[in-house]
């Protein structure tokens, strides 16, 4: 079996398809995407795409370590998302190939489901303990939410107590026993951090989502103390030697590599397995679409410390098109008392309508982070 093209879709709402052909017919499916920068990860795919047109694509270990580091310089969000589409697609074509999943590839499974989340509140958290308790009626037995809007390094109390009046109405509408992850999405700087981290503990969350930027991590030595929440971390790192050093530290609790952004199916496994061995927690990563969620189902099902996964279904971001929106089978994704059960079908487990992705990708998208800014006229972290 050989290689003989790589296709990309860039299809709304803010997603990137790939499909990699083979001379037998087969063809696997991926998604590398960093969201915002679409069209610099499709150009990337193109170029690593010249080694292997051509190749089996079954030798999936060594096309990826040729692709990571056959090119000198290596890493970081473009060429790991790149990689990690490609690699998923290369799985998908193998499963199939060999009519089982991707999880029995791997060893098998060691569950038949797993505990999902809803977004509830949108990018500006509105209106949450009502979104909280519609999802609860939904089946959801938990919720995460962006904790703030824009935040100053040092700002005022009123903002902190805007975030405490939102978890404290989520809290009472929904009951002690629903999950509450807080994302500070990285809007924080440790000076508020200390604050917000200590004041939430009452109301029991889940997890605390990046409290700081990643590439401020040092800082956790100082944050973890003041709270006994969960601390989450990992969207925003790419390779197992961007987490060595976090797991190594020993502050994070639980880690969140992006399956699209972290090198695919092969190293996002691999940091799994390391993360194991520190016992931290795995939360895949996955705001996106319905192969990349497949993607983190598989790997769900054969990493012991996954305990719960991110989707998409209803997320602010996905106007236009929802999760299920580009499958002939979007029962494979069965939602029922706050879990979903794995996909169990040859390779990814996903029927992707191919036409309609074509369709779609002639509108296309052109998806970009808001640009937010302080009272002041700075720049905000989105």
């Known amino acids: 079996m050989k290689i003989t093209g790589l296709t990309t879709y860039l299809v709304p709402p803010r997603w990137l398809f790939l499909r ?9 499916w991926g998604e590398p995407v960093v969201e915002g920068r679409a069209h610099t990860v499709a150009a990337a795919v193109e170029e690593l795409a010249d080694y292997l047109i051509g190749k089996d694509p079954r030798h999936i270990e060594d096309h990826w370590t040729v692709l990571y580091r056959g090119g000198f310089y290596r890493g970081g969000a473009i060429h790991m998302s790149a990689l990690a589409g490609i690699d998923q697609a290369l799985w998908d074509i193998k499963g199939k190939a060999l009519g089982v999943s991707v999880a029995d590839l791997l060893g098998g499974r060691v569950r038949e489901r797993i505990r999902v989340y809803s977004w509830i509140g949108g990018d500006r ?3 949450t303990a009502n979104a909280a308790r519609q999802a609860v009626a939904r089946g959801f037995s938990a919720v995460k939410m962006n904790a ?10 009123a903002k902190v107590d805007a975030v405490l009046a939102n978890m404290a109405a989520i809290r009472e509408a929904v009951g002690g026993e629903i999950g509450i992850g ?6 924080v700087h440790k000076p508020m951090a200390k604050i917000l981290m200590k004041e939430l503990e009452p ?16 800082a956790l030595k100082e944050l973890a103390p003041l709270s006994c929440a969960p601390i989450a971390l990992g969207e925003r790192l790419y390779s ?14 639980i880690i969140q590599p992006d399956a699209s952004h972290a090198g695919g199916i092969t190293e996002t496994r691999k940091i799994a397995s390391m993360a194991e061995a520190y016992d931290v927690a ?14 983190c189902l598989q790997l769900d099902g054969v990493c012991y410390n996954a305990f719960i996964q991110e989707q998409s279904l209803g997320i602010h971001y996905n106007e236009g098109n929802d999760l299920l929106d580009y499958l002939h089978n979007p029962e494979v994704f069965h939602y029922q008392d706050g879990f ?3 996909p169990n079908g040859p390779g990814l487990g996903i029927d992707v309508n191919e036409d309609y992705v074509i369709e779609r990708a002639r509108t296309g998208h052109r998806w970009r982070n808001p640009v937010w800014r302080h009272a002041d006229g700075s720049v905000a972290e989105w």
């Open 125 to 127: 958290p509105a209106d």
């Open 182 to 187: 807080v994302d500070f999405h990285g809007r």
């Open 148 to 157: 703030c809007e824009e935040m100053q390094f040092v700002d005022s109390h």
């Open 203 to 218: 109301y029991r969350p889940m997890f605390i989502e990046e409290p700081v930027l990643s590439e401020n991590h040092e």
């Open 20 to 28: 990699i052909d083979t001379d037998e017919g087969l063809s696997g």
């Open 282 to 295: 795995l939360a895949l990563h996955c705001p996106l679409g319905p192969i990349a969620l497949a993607t």
């Open 340 to 342: 979903v059960t794995l």
């Open 240 to 253: 197992r030697w961007d987490f060595k050093r976090i797991l190594a530290e020993g502050y994070v609790d």
